[in-house]
Every structure is written in C-alpha cells, then in structure tokens.
C-alpha cells in the first residue's frame, strides 16, 4: 500500500474513551481512504432507503427546495453567481441532516441551512465552490464548441479528425472534474480538513481506488432514473434523494479516521 505524508493539521476535540470518560486533547490524525469491493454500491442504496424512508418529506422537501433555488438562481447572471457559492452550503446541509438521521436526531428542512450558520466550514466551502466553478466554465465552454463542430461538420458532410479526439479530452475533463470535486463537500465539512488541495487530492484518489463500485453505483442509478419514466419523471422526488443518501453513504465508507502514532498525519492511498 502507497502512503502519502502530509502536514496534519492538528485538531482539538473532545476524545470518547471506552470507559466513558471523555478528555480534551490534541491529537493527530491518520485519514485513510478504503478500498471497497464493487457490490458495495448495492449496500449503500440499500442503507440510503432505510434513512430515506424514516423522513421522507423532509428529503423530498430539502430535493424540492434545492431545485426551486437552483432553477429561479440561473434566471440572472448574478443570482447564478450566489447560487454557484450556496450549492456547497446545501449539499453539507443535506449531508449533515443524513448524519443527524443516522444519530437518532429528529430532523426538518431547516438542517438544510445550517452550514450557513457555521464559521468553521465558510472558507472552504466557498474556496471549493469558486474551483469547481472555475474549472467548470472552460468545460462548458469547450462542449458548447465540439457541439457545433459535430454539428456543422454532420451539415456539410465533411469529415473532422480532431472531434473525436476533442470528444475524449472533453469527457476526460468532465470525469477528472467530478473526481476532484465528488467527495470535497464531505471531507471538508465532515473531516474538518481547510486545505483545499489536499481535500481534492483526497476526493480524487477515493474516486480512483473505487471506480469498479463507484461504476457499479452509476450504473445502478441510471437503471432507478429510467424506472421514473413511466411515471412521467415524478418518480424522481424519491429516486433523487435516495440517490443522494446513497452517495454520501459511499463517503462514510471509503473514508476512516485513526490516530496517527507520529508526527505527521498519514494520508494511505
């Protein structure tokens, strides 16, 4: 197994002993980033709809604000803007609501604000936003072009060497993107980690030891997307949510902390 040394941040906490009694001290941590098999996509839908269907309305409320939001955001240039900057904010909120449901805590729609209110995770966020953003419009950019050539280049019957080549740089892009940016809410909001590079490293090499389940899981949602179609997509107000459960589930497992033994906190790839 590879290891990757970093400078840990060190952490102050409250340390729960198996005697009960609980001290404050700093300490050091080891992150480790699992290796799952491929079927453990199955489990994790499994488990998202045991919590799902313990507050159903208040997922399918937080899904249905969150859509609203976006989609009344995307209206004006600078609504757009604030949404780019909220989306972090909600997804930990929704994160966090899925924490409070595996804690036996009674939830609402309002744990979908609560990240707003937390001091600790607004530089982060906001910085893991503004990346993903400025990573992103070049993409957008770039897709909006090869979709003209393919289009001009289908009209006029001529043949372009460089769309497929273009083709696989854009979905290239568009799969490292989502790698990067997959698991950096959580690790950020949940591990408590302000390095923004290190986070997307993190997400990265998570996403990379677990692409047979990570495929397994897509694979699958895309199989419980097309079962809504029947139902004229309102089938989507329950899969969607379930879907994001699930997701986060995923990070639960592939993400472990330990106590480092020595100086410096080590990140196991």
């Known amino acids: 197994m590879q290891r990757l040394q970093y400078d840990s941040a060190i952490f102050r906490r409250d340390a729960e002993l198996n005697c009960g009694a609980r001290v404050e001290k700093p300490f050091q941590i080891k992150l480790i980033i699992r290796r799952l098999p491929a079927n453990a996509a199955i489990g994790w839908i499994k488990q998202a709809w045991e ?11 937080m899904l ?7 989609f009344l955001a995307a209206q004006f240039t600078l609504t757009f803007i604030i949404a780019v900057f909220a989306s972090p904010f909600l997804t930990a909120g929704l994160y966090g609501a899925i924490v409070g449901v595996q ?19 607004r530089q982060v966020l906001i910085m893991i936003a503004a990346l993903n953003f400025l990573l992103s419009v070049p993409l957008m950019h770039f ?11 289908q009209q006029s019957g001529e043949q372009e060497p460089l769309l497929l080549l273009q ?5 290239a892009g568009l799969l490292i993107t989502t790698m990067l940016f997959a ?15 290190l986070i997307l490293q ?58 480092a033994a020595g100086k410096d906190a080590v990140l196991e790839v």
């Not at 249905?64 to 976006?70: D, I, M, Y």
């Not at 698991?183 to 590079?197: G, H, N, P, S, T």
Request: proline letters at 4%; one cysteine or more.
């Open 103 to 121: 804690q036996q805590q009674k939830i609402d729609i309002m744990w979908l604000f609560r990240p707003f209110q937390q001091a600790f995770c």
């Open 183 to 197: 698991y950096a809410v959580a690790i950020a909001y949940f591990l408590k980690e302000q390095r923004v590079l």
């Open 51 to 61: 919590i799902f269907k313990q507050y159903p309305l208040v997922f399918i409320q």
């Open 64 to 70: 249905l604000l969150t859509f609203v939001f976006t």
């Open 202 to 259: 993190a997400s990265f090499l998570a996403c990379w030891r677990n692409i047979p389940a990570l495929l397994l899981f897509g694979l699958l949602s895309l199989g419980l997307l097309l079962l809504t179609v029947p139902t004229m997509l309102l089938g989507l107000v329950v899969v969607v949510p379930l879907l994001n459960i699930a997701f986060f589930l995923s990070f639960n497992e592939l993400f472990a902390l330990k106590l």
């Open 167 to 171: 083709m696989i740089l854009l979905v």
């Open 143 to 153: 897709r909006e072009h090869l979709y003209t050539a393919m289009v001009n280049a």
